[in-house]
């Protein structure tokens, strides 16, 4: 069992940066896949980025365009998400979630444990 706490979240302006982290409690951190996924009100939970267990591999969802990078420091039981450039589409609460796989999955359901989400709000 991994329990996740994400923090970093808050107010920004159009085209500014915010960094994400995720804290996981227990031992077993470096055995499972990372990901981000966010929600905007009115709308389904989507996938941002994702990690491997390792730190080797990432992915990210096709709106990323390089504005946003996914990282991990398994020592510090951490994974990051750094956002640059910011947009308002960007608003969201953002969660971060672990899958027992040793791939960097972009599919949801592979994802068992979740934070309780940290809120992104970027104003025009």
């Known amino acids: 069992q991994v329990q996740l706490v994400e923090s970093g979240g808050g107010l920004v302006q159009a085209g500014g940066s915010l960094r994400l982290s995720c804290a996981a409690s227990g031992r077993t951190f470096s055995t499972y896949a990372m990901g981000w996924f966010r929600q905007a009100p009115g709308k389904e939970r989507e996938f941002v980025a994702a990690?491997?267990?390792?730190?080797?591999?990432?992915n990210y969802a096709d709106f990323v365009k390089g504005r946003l990078t996914i990282s991990r420091d398994n020592a510090k039981n951490t994974v990051y998400l750094q956002m640059n450039n910011l947009k308002p589409e960007d608003t969201a609460v953002y969660y971060c979630a672990a899958a027992p796989l040793g791939v960097a999955s972009g599919n949801r359901n592979y994802y068992h444990h979740w934070g309780q989400g940290t809120q992104v709000t970027v104003s025009s």
């Open positions: 990690i491997s267990r390792s730190g080797s591999d990432t």
